[in-house]
Antibody, heavy 119, light 111 residues
Framework: QVQLQESGPGLMKPSETLSLICTVS?????????WGWIRQPPGKGLEWIAS???????YYNPSLKSRVTISADTSKNQFSLKLTSVTAADTAVFYC????????????WGKGTTVTVSS | QSALTQPPSASGSPGQSVTISCTGT?????????VSWYQQHPGKAPKLMIY???KRPSGVPDRFSASKSGNTASLTVSGLQAEDEGDYYC???????????FGGGTKLTVL
């Protein structure tokens, strides 16, 4: 079955750039679907960050667009997120997910990776 | 502040029904039939429960149903069971510049 696994740094300092990788197994990301990142600050709700289409088209949350880049490496069946100039407000669990094209629902999620920004 | 508005909490006794609302605008919930609902248990990833307003993925009990009227979507859980307790989030497509927006979440308690 399709599985997604996030990997990230865990602990970061303010102003650094966050880099996350989502490794997909059981499905080739170049075949179809959007692939996306969602975050959840401690005790708070979900926030969609960005998605990339299997063709390479990218989509960003307008509130984060200036700091975010999503990309994909089809040879490794991975997609990645970079978030620049992090602050404590970026502390969250970051999830990667498969997003259905045309219907925009997320049917497969990774388990999440916690990123803490602290000086 | 979340794009979609949900009540922070809801509750019901085992066997009862509870409905959670999700209010947006004509630019998201009201403009597209792409409302989804997710269940999240503590420390776990969200799980898709409803897509395209009212469709249930395979394996989701038919106790979960959903609908939409205008700018408000609703999730109903019938015959409440203890395992239904958790956080529920709605989401909607909001156009090509804002692929997905979420609600703030509703904590469902089974009394």
């Amino acid at each position: 079955q399709v599985q997604l696994q996030e990997s990230g740094p865990g602990l970061m300092k303010p102003s650094e750039t966050l880099s996350l990788i989502c490794t997909v197994s059981g499905y080739s990301i170049s075949t179809g679907y959007y692939w996306g990142w969602i975050r959840q600050p401690p005790g708070k709700g979900l926030e969609w960050i960005a998605s990339i289409y299997h063709s390479g088209s990218t989509y960003y949350n307008p509130s984060l667009k200036s700091r975010v880049t999503i990309s994909a490496d089809t040879s490794k069946n991975q997609f990645s997120l970079k978030l620049t100039s992090v602050t404590a407000a970026d502390t969250a669990v970051f999830y990667c997910a498969r997003v259905s094209v045309y219907n925009y629902y997320m049917d497969v999620w990774g388990k999440g990776t916690t990123v803490t920004v602290s000086s | 502040q979340s794009a979609l508005t949900q009540p922070p909490s809801a509750s019901g006794s085992p066997g009862q029904s509870v409905t959670i609302s999700c209010t947006g605008t004509s630019s998201d919930v009201g403009g597209y039939n792409y409302v989804s609902w997710y269940q999240q248990h503590p420390g776990k990833a969200p799980k898709l429960m409803i897509y395209e307003v009212s469709k249930r993925p395979s394996g989701v009990p038919d106790r979960f149903s959903a609908s939409k009227s205008g700018n408000t979507a609703s999730l109903t859980v019938s015959g409440l069971q203890a395992e239904d307790e958790g956080d529920y989030y709605c989401s909607s497509h909001a156009g090509s510049n804002n692929l997905v927006v979420f609600g703030g979440g509703t904590k469902l308690t089974v009394l």
